[in-house]
């Protein structure tokens, strides 16, 4: 089917667009030889472009240089930073005059593999010292983009310093040409402040809607062929009644696509079929104006339903529509009667609010019973994301049309004290301010409230004083969405930021655009633009902090972009390629097991909306391994695919490493010390498309959040369908003298991988290790074994030096006779019979078990065995699992740590 929608862009990187301030003329470009066509003054160890000065340049690997070509132009400037411990950049020195805004910028572009990451452009007006400043990150590799800031002069301006330069730390490559320096702009307007507006007058409902006034049609009919006859059905209905023949065009007509969220429709439509079946209606799904889909309102089930003012035009659309061809057949059947009674005449026909709805759904009376299609395993239905009872009651009005749900939103919207006492039971921080919920909900659970308010506020169930008092209690949220970070966003940040960020930055797009459109106060307008920009930097990289490194969240950290780009129609994720990337990552983490920790929190509609907007059945098949049901009817938007998509195994990631990289920005600000192309979040490789043979996953870096320390951890590892090793304590620990560095090394670098034949091999290195350098090399057969080889390239010389080895087996045990560990061969964790044993490969070691005071171990159990010599010995601690050895032996008992003491490397 045809997919036809207007799309916005968040960011034009490739032009500054500069208006002159007001009264006030622009300059020309101020710069002296802004474009390094007049050659570099000598100087040692090399040269300087003329009329500019050098900043710092100390390192000995870092120059500037003349390349070619430039940008429209044959030559630019190469600023090659070539030291963490050392910046680079030049400057020069402009007469300025105070109160007036400036912008600098240049045509910049990034050099594999360092990039832009940890540049910048700064306007330093002098002699205030107040600066500008903007990050050089998103330059491009391909081509010029140009970058700039842009700063209002402090009154007693008299001189403006630009750099382009580089921070320490990372080691930026990149040129820049068409430097320019800019007078007389205007500087963007600050935004609102954010005082909700108090409201005494309601909006204009927009309750009638015209189909033939004056003897014009005022009405498209929008359908696909299948249902051509029923839009010729309700045409020659129309016809019949007015003489007049509305106009029927197929879902991909150019008049059927769907506006920006502040665009506007120019007639009003009657869409026929659901989601799947009419283009126009999947576009007004997305942007939840309606929920017809093949799950609502189920089968032989239809719905017509008029949907009021949905762009602030004044005009409105009719759904005629069910989840299969007989549901849609009924819904038209119903529409022409409707028509039939609306009381038209010759070139005339209005019909009011329509609200007729089939379903055999029906929704328990307790909001704690009701399920949603946000639901995960681990979430459940209780309301996360986007979900508290306030909105469930809502949503079920919408879909039933069982009034209770509508009086029960009201009474908890204002609730008393007994309302009040049950939000607390059912959804405790869900809605935070117990006294006006509307006002004050969670960031995770408030976008739902106010989108399906939009949906329901026409109903004659309401009164107007009703509808206004829940109009001013929303607008009173924006003082709960205020200081959550994306109201003053006027431009794209670094990087998306978590997932309470990103829910947030939601919950005020859902919040302003309601207001926006029928209200247009500047506050709302500003609150869809900071929403926007709180994601707009996957336009350009794909460094998104949701849930740092805790992995198990992976999903809940990015589920909100998916949701984000569907509810406005922005798809620069994809364009950049971004998206692809962020579901790979997503893929890296599956292990393959039904119900297994990497999918325990993902939402249906995640994968749902994965599914759609990728059009690949893999997503399909990770939801099949959540166990979620499927088959109980559940609040809102399913996004349910057609048949023309089934589940599929992922077999693209079959036999080779999968590695989810570091963006650049992300490493140029971690200043990890080895390249790009050696930094990663984490890797996997896999034998098998699903929970069968092999599968590594390992760390590439330490987010200082939820989870143990680690770097190049080995958090899983499965051989033959058997997991061996599971957690974060695979991995390697030293100390010196019994102390570790006060800098701890928060990084891994992959430093090679590759499969060869059936073995499955990387290496990774820590070179800020506790006093030493550790490398550990992975080799595994598939099927067979694996091999772990640890070096230790120490930088402190002690004779005493402890190196802890620990593996977490999260199905083993330990065999003091067989010195080594066994491991279940049925797939799965703590299976108490079919063990076979898997002796710890031989190597020479000194290590000895420690004996652990009774009094400081858990419930006072003895571990059986003594060190032969004091200054060897060290306590084991329990670390809820691990199994630890040295080398690659498997040495201890149980859950113990063993110490291996070396001499000094000199």
Known sequence: MTRHLVVPALVTSAMVIMMAAHGQELT??????????????????????????????????????????????????????????????????????????????????????????????????????????????????????????????????????????????????????????????????????????????????????????????????????????????????????????????????????????????????????????????????????????????GAGGHVVRTCHNPFGDGHNIVFVGGSDDAGVAAAAQAFTAALGDAGGGQGELTIGRLMEIETDIEFSHNPAEIETWDASRGYRSVGYFGWNSISKHAAAYYMTGDEYHARQFIRLAFPDDEAKAQIAEIDGERIENKDDPLAGPYHYNAHMMILFWDLIEESPVFTDEERLEVTNAFSRQLDWRKGEGAYGLQSPVDRVGSRHSQWSAISLYSLSRYFAKDYGDPVWRQGMLGSKMAFASLEEHAWVYGESDNLFWYNTGHAPILSFMVLSAWRGPMESGVLDELLRGQEILATGRDNDWDLNTAAMTFLHQAAYLTGDGRWLEYRNRTGMDLTIPRVGQSFWPDASLQPELPMDMVGHWSIHEMPEPMWAVRGNGFPPEDSFQFGSFRSAPDAGGDYILIDGYNGASRNPYHTFAILEMRLGGATLLKGYHNQVLTRVDGMVEPQIAMDGALRTRDVVGDVAMCVGEVPRAAYCNWRRTLAQRVGRYALVVDELTMRESSDNIQVQTLWEVPSGQWDADLGGIGVSTVVGPYTPVGWVSRRALSCPHESERAVLPARERPGGRGVRGGAREPRRRAAARHRGGPVVGDGVHARRAPRGTGLRRLPALH
């Open 28 to 297: 020309d470009n101020l710069f002296a030889d802004p474009s390094f066509e007049e050659g570099m003054t000598e100087r040692e160890p090399f040269g300087v472009p003329t009329g500019w000065s050098l900043y710092d340049g100390s390192g000995e690997e870092s120059r500037l240089e003349l390349v070619e070509p430039g940008y429209e132009s044959e030559r630019a400037l190469l600023i090659f930073d070539g030291d963490p411990l050392t910046e680079i950049g030049v400057y020069q020195d402009v007469e300025a005059e105070g109160g007036i805004g400036y912008e600098a910028s240049a045509m910049v572009k990034a050099l594999e593999p360092a990039g832009g990451g940890g540049a910048y452009i700064q306007l330093l007006f002098r002699p205030s010292g107040e600066y500008v400043q903007v990050s050089l990150a998103r330059a491009r590799s391909d081509t010029f983009t140009r970058i700039a800031a842009i700063g209002m002069a402090p009154e007693d301006t008299t001189e403006i310093r630009v750099y382009f330069y580089t921070h320490k730390g990372p080691t930026p490559h990149f040129l820049i040409d068409d430097v320019r320096l800019i007078g007389g702009v205007e500087p963007p307007p600050p935004p609102p402040e954010p005082v909700p507006p108090v409201y005494d007058a309601l909006k204009d409902l927009h309750l009638q809607t015209d189909l033939v006034r004056g003897g014009e049609a005022q009405v498209t009919i929008v359908a696909p062929e299948r249902y051509r006859a029923q839009s010729e059905a309700i045409a020659r209905t129309v016809e019949a009644i007015t003489g007049v023949r509305p106009k029927v065009v197929g879902d991909d007509a150019e008049v059927a696509a769907v506006p920006a969220d502040d665009g506007q429709l120019d007639r009003n439509f009657i869409c026929i079929g659901n989601r799947n079946t009419n283009a126009m209606i999947e576009e007004l799904y997305n942007r939840f104006y309606t929920l017809l889909d093949l799950r609502y309102p």
